[in-house]
């Protein structure tokens, strides 16, 4: 994608049962807002025992759990 680009929807679906730390190390997150529209969403499945808290400017929205799979949303900090 190029620099100006943003999208509604960005699906985040890292190895499976990848934790929260090794998600930070890889730095994963690290500027997925830039690509993220206003009112965006990112959905992130992962595993239920994967825990990881979303830091400024991103925050979570919504969060199901199905067994040992969950699904969440993150949006900006700043959207509805």
Same mark, same amino acid.
Request: proline share 8%; hydrophobic share 35%; charged share 25%.
């Given at each position: 994608? @190029?620099? #100006?680009? @943003?999208?509604?929807?960005?699906?985040?679906?890292?190895?499976?049962? @990848?934790? $929260?730390?090794?998600?930070?190390? +890889? #730095?994963?997150?690290? $500027?997925?807002? %830039?690509?993220?529209?206003?009112? $965006?969403?990112?959905? +992130?499945?992962?595993?239920?025992?994967?825990? +990881?808290?979303?830091?400024?400017?991103?925050?979570?929205? +919504? %969060?199901?759990?199905? $067994? %040992?799979?969950?699904?969440?949303?993150?949006?900006?900090?700043?959207?509805?």
């Amino acid at each position: 994608p @190029q620099a #100006k680009d @943003q999208y509604d929807l960005i699906f985040l679906d890292p190895p499976y049962d @990848q934790t $929260g730390a090794e998600l930070s190390r +890889w #730095k994963v997150i690290q $500027g997925l807002e %830039r690509l993220l529209a206003p009112s $965006g969403r990112i959905i +992130w499945e992962h595993h239920t025992s994967s825990v +990881w808290s979303p830091q400024e400017p991103l925050r979570e929205v +919504w %969060r199901r759990t199905y $067994g %040992r799979s969950t699904v969440t949303f993150l949006a900006a900090s700043d959207a509805r």
